[in-house]
């Protein structure tokens, strides 16, 4: 059995994290070295689907930030959005990921945009959080939160901010409620909670927030913002790992992805959630 993912990277963290308690059959399916998926990622910008624009859409739902608030983004990757956030919003930045590699990147990003007095990165698991109860203002996190699930994030994220703070995450989500098989199975098999934007938001008032605003990411954030970048580094990728067949099936993977995405992309995507604890 072939394992797909949309982003594989979020996947091998998922794995990563949960590696104590994987089954042998689920270890037989993962094809991929997590150093080499980290070493791909690496070289990109942002480790999934986004952009800038979006970023500084998403915080405009956002009220009451201050120098003083403090902000986690999770799952942060090298911090693509995280430099965004910081840019156009107050207060103390945390990164948090699971790979050191990224984390050095995140660092030496906020210093090239000169924020590293307000952004800081750490290693660290989304599961395991050393949050103190209620001492964030806003938790942020772009294509991340489907590593431990939706609805799991939601709840065990929420005892970390501050009653009237926000959540804001970007989660896949089915367009439609009817969608051909192909890509139906895709996601069955890549992430079972893949639900609509309906349930998603439902499930966000079920954990104990007030639903401010959601809404779909447009078609660049995947085409001109996630795959474009990525086929120049492919190229680099392969030249540099020529004749490991793991790399070469990982890239055929990721070129799979984007034929489905630009197959199916009318009944699937990602979609930004904001809520507010209440």
């Known amino acids: ?19 104590n308690i994987m089954s042998e059959e689920n270890k037989s399916i993962h094809e991929f070295d997590l150093n080499l998926i980290c070493d791909y990622f690496s070289n990109l910008e942002r480790q999934g689907p986004g952009s800038p ?36 919003a107050p207060g103390q930045i945390t990164g948090i990921d699971l790979f050191p590699t990224f984390i050095e990147l995140f660092k030496s990003n906020a210093t090239k945009h000169n924020l ?30 489907y590593n431990i699930g939706f609805e799991r994030g939601l709840k065990e994220w929420r005892p970390f901010l501050k009653t009237g703070g926000y959540i804001a995450v970007t989660e896949a989500s089915w367009f439609t409620e009817d969608r051909p ?8 098999d890549a992430y079972p909670g893949i639900d609509t934007i309906p349930n998603k938001v439902a499930q966000m008032q079920k954990a104990g927030y007030m639903p401010v605003v959601s809404f779909i990411l447009p078609e660049n954030c995947w085409t001109e913002h996630f795959y ?3 086929h120049a580094a492919q190229d680099i990728f392969l030249k540099k790992n020529a004749g490991n067949k793991t790399a070469e099936d990982f ?20 979609a930004f959630y904001i809520g507010k604890k209440i």
Not at 5 to 19: C, D, I, P, V
């Open 181 to 188: 098989a192909e890509i139906e199975a895709f996601w069955k």
């Open 251 to 270: 890239i055929a993977n990721q070129r799979h992805e984007e034929q489905l995405y630009q197959k199916y992309k009318a009944y699937y995507g990602y």
């Open 53 to 88: 624009e979006i970023t500084i859409k998403a915080l405009s739902f956002v009220d009451n930030l201050t120098p003083q608030s403090r902000i986690a983004d999770i799952g942060c990757g090298t911090g693509g959005q995280t430099m965004v956030l910081a840019r156009h």
């Open 228 to 230: 474009a970048p990525q």
């Open 1 to 19: 059995m072939r394992l797909r993912k949309a982003n594989m990277l979020a996947h091998a963290r998922f794995q990563h994290q949960n590696s």
């Open 116 to 145: 590293q007095d307000r952004v800081k990165g750490i290693v660290g698991s989304m599961d395991k959080l050393h949050f103190q109860n209620e001492e964030l203002d806003l938790i942020w996190s772009e294509g991340a939160i």
